[in-house]
């Protein structure tokens, strides 16, 4: 089957640089997605990654190791809106679907 | 502006009532999902539609069932073969079924059993 591994909790402080993981188990790839969700919201995606290597967004950072089975979102300058809870998922392998990880809650302390 | 709408924000159920999820989008997407969130969890997958007239079972079907007649809707009935309705019923769509890694997600209905 497919699976996707990410922290459940993660806490930084406002101002700071934060890493969320996202391990996967899929017998076929296509890339990995980000989405934040904040708390009662709807998720906004943030990021795709089909290659290896760090993609950036302002802020936000997307890396993908293809080799590792292994993406992280890296988060700078961090600010207390960025508390929320962000996702990692990815294409099942017949490609018609995402699957998502179970998500990781971030809160940004003063 | 363009985007996706879900009513209403919050649905009660009554036992053994069926209930329908509006869900509309103007995008101009193909592709459509459902997605059933409980607290604390990620989103699993009731149904979705790449195209018109045709939609496939997700990972959580038992208990739904959609329709989707036109391109800018994709309504989601909660029956009452559901036994545990009660979530957070997120709506989204995609460019294409080729590019469902963005979706873009309507703000959701809280389905609450009486």
């Known amino acids: 089957g497919q699976s996707l591994e990410q922290p459940s909790e993660v806490t930084a402080v406002e101002g700071a640089i934060v890493q969320i993981n996202c391990t996967y188990q899929t017998s076929g790839f296509y890339g990995l997605s980000w989405y934040q969700q904040h708390d009662g919201g709807a998720p906004t995606f943030l990021s795709y990654n089909a290659l290896d290597g760090l993609e950036e967004t302002g802020r936000f950072s997307s890396f993908l190791s293809r080799s590792d089975s292994y993406g992280y979102l890296l988060l700078q300058e961090l600010q207390m809106k960025d508390s929320a809870s962000y996702f990692c998922a990815v294409k099942d392998n017949q490609g018609g679907k995402l699957i998502f990880g179970q998500g990781t809650e971030l809160s940004v302390k003063p | 502006d363009g985007g996706i709408t879900q009513s209403p924000k919050y649905l009660f159920r009554k036992e053994g009532q069926n209930v329908t999820l509006s869900c509309e989008q103007n995008l101009n997407h193909d592709a459509m999902y459902w997605y059933r969130q409980d607290p604390g969890q990620g989103l699993r997958l009731i149904y979705y539609s790449q195209i018109v007239n045709d939609f496939q079972k997700g990972d959580i079907a038992e208990g739904y069932s959609v329709s989707r007649e036109k391109k800018e809707s994709f309504p989601l009935t909660v029956t009452s073969a559901q036994k545990n309705p009660t979530a957070f019923y997120l709506c989204?769509?995609?460019?294409?079924?080729?590019?469902?890694?963005?979706?873009?997600f309507g703000p959701g209905t809280r389905l609450l059993v009486l």
């Open positions: 989204a769509s995609s460019i294409g079924g080729a590019q469902l890694e963005t979706q873009y």
